[in-house]
């Protein structure tokens, strides 16, 4: 099966750097995803790693390192618009079916 | 701009009732799911969708069913709704990495 780590929350003030781990197991491995939700809205996705290394877009980074079965996501010059959960999705080998994190609510104060 | 649409966006019914949630999108994807998602929880598979007249279940059992008679429209149906099924189900699609979700049916049974 397949099983992800992720912290249950974060805090950080406005203009800082935060970075949310996640961890995985699973059996084979396609990608790792990354999606943003707001209290009450839809996921929407953030950035995708099929490849080591880092995938950077404006404020957002994501990285990943298959070896280690980690990766994170990196928010950069928070703002308080960024308050949202975050999840990490696995797409595990020989399947379509991303498997989803618990999430990480992200606080961001002023 | 949302390309998957589902309605309606909030249901209060009673137990028993018969319901359909309706989801639609516009841009060609083969792949449609259904989730449930309780608020601050993960997301749980419901149903999936390769193509037309291809359905599957997922990890969760929910006592529905859905159909994909045309690509664009995936359906779910709760044949007897209970108290248990209150929860959001968020309709998704993918072509390659990333999914796009809809807005959600925030659904609550009385």
């Known amino acids: 099966g397949q099983s992800l780590e992720q912290p249950s929350e974060v805090t950080a003030v406005e203009g800082a750097i935060v970075q949310i781990n996640c961890t995985y197991q699973?059996?084979?491995?396609?990608?790792l995803s990354w999606y943003q939700q707001h209290d009450g809205g839809a996921p929407t996705f953030l950035s995708y790693?099929?490849?080591?290394g880092l995938e950077e877009t404006g404020r957002f980074s994501s990285f990943l390192s298959r070896s280690d079965s980690y990766g994170y996501l990196l928010l950069q010059e928070l703002q308080m618009k960024d308050s949202a959960s975050y999840f990490c999705?696995?797409?595990?080998?020989?399947?379509?079916?991303?498997?989803f994190g618990r999430g990480t609510s992200l606080i961001v104060h002023p | 701009e949302a390309d998957i649409y589902q309605t309606p966006r909030y249901l209060v019914i009673g137990t028993g009732k018969k319901i359909t949630l309706e989801c639609s999108q516009t841009?060609?994807?083969?792949?449609m799911y259904w989730y449930q998602q309780d608020p601050g929880m993960e997301l749980h598979l419901i149903h999936y969708s390769y193509g037309v007249n291809s359905t599957e279940k997922g990890d969760l059992s929910s006592e529905s069913t859905v159909s994909r008679i045309r690509t664009e429209h995936f359906p779910l149906t709760l044949e007897s709704a209970r108290p248990s099924h209150t929860s959001q189900y968020l309709c998704?699609?993918?072509?390659?990495?990333?999914?796009?979700f809809g807005s959600g049916t925030r659904l609550t049974v009385v």
């Open positions: 998704a699609s993918s072509e390659g990495s990333g999914y796009t």
């Open positions: 790693n099929g490849l080591d």
């Open positions: 699973t059996s084979g491995f396609y990608g």
């Open positions: 999705a696995v797409k595990p080998g020989g399947s379509y079916i991303p498997t």
């Open positions: 841009m060609g994807h083969d792949k």
